[in-house]
């Protein structure tokens, strides 16, 4: 079956390239606030890719994550951004669970669709903790999510743009574990002349 081209297909193609070009920095950023920044614009063109190809479910989906990450902005300049999780920040996430499931029910369009919803709880969860690395580990699965449910609503340059994101969380992910592996060498050996000092 062939598709029909018109200008709002394109335009949709369009703001997705832009959405993943945002979303693929956020994978190389060190701090959440960042990150954050970065993908509350990537969502914002997101939305109007959703809104041109008619997909209210990945619409829907994206409207929490913009909404969350005002949250999580506003969240991190009253607290800092070394905040231990509390029980707000578990309150936080469960209204975001369930706005999900809410948005998810309504909007329902087959079982294909629930991919844009899988890919949003692992995203949620991934953002809502301060560590970028574990949103980099888990950007890996929420890219292969989110590059079938682009399929599903015959987004090529969806599909294509999170197979490059796919690349991004894997690299990011890998840089940020060979980082933290490093530190600990550093930390260690700095131990150990030191208790030689002593």
């Known amino acids: ?25 956020t994978y190389f950023a060190k701090k959440r606030k960042l ?38 902005l506003y969240d991190e300049s009253r607290r800092g951004k070394n905040h231990k999780l509390g029980l ?3 309150i936080a996430l469960g209204v975001v669970l369930a706005a999900i499931a809410v948005l998810a029910v309504l909007t329902y369009d087959g079982p294909l669709s629930l991919l844009s919803v899988a890919a949003t709880v692992l995203y949620e969860i991934s953002i809502w903790q301060n560590s970028t690395k574990v949103y980099k580990f888990l950007g890996i699965p929420v890219a292969l999510c989110w590059m ?7 987004s090529v340059a969806g599909i294509l743009s ?14 940020a574990y060979h980082a933290e592996k490093l530190a600990r060498r550093r930390r260690s050996r700095h131990k150990k002349r030191r208790q030689i000092k002593a």
Request: glycine share 8%; hydrophobic share 60%.
């Open 162 to 175: 999170e197979g490059i994101i796919f690349l991004a969380a894997t690299v990011g992910y890998i840089q």
């Open 35 to 72: 990150v954050v920044i970065l993908d509350t614009f990537s969502m914002l063109a997101g939305i109007v890719a959703y809104i041109l190809l008619g997909a209210d479910l990945g619409l829907a989906m994206s409207v929490v994550i913009l909404l969350a990450n005002f949250y999580y």
């Open 88 to 90: 707000r920040d578990f």
């Open 148 to 154: 079938l449910y682009n399929g599903f609503i015959f």
């Open 1 to 25: 079956m062939l598709m029909n081209i018109t200008w709002t297909y394109i335009w949709s193609q369009i703001f997705t390239v832009i959405e993943y070009v945002l979303l693929g920095t």
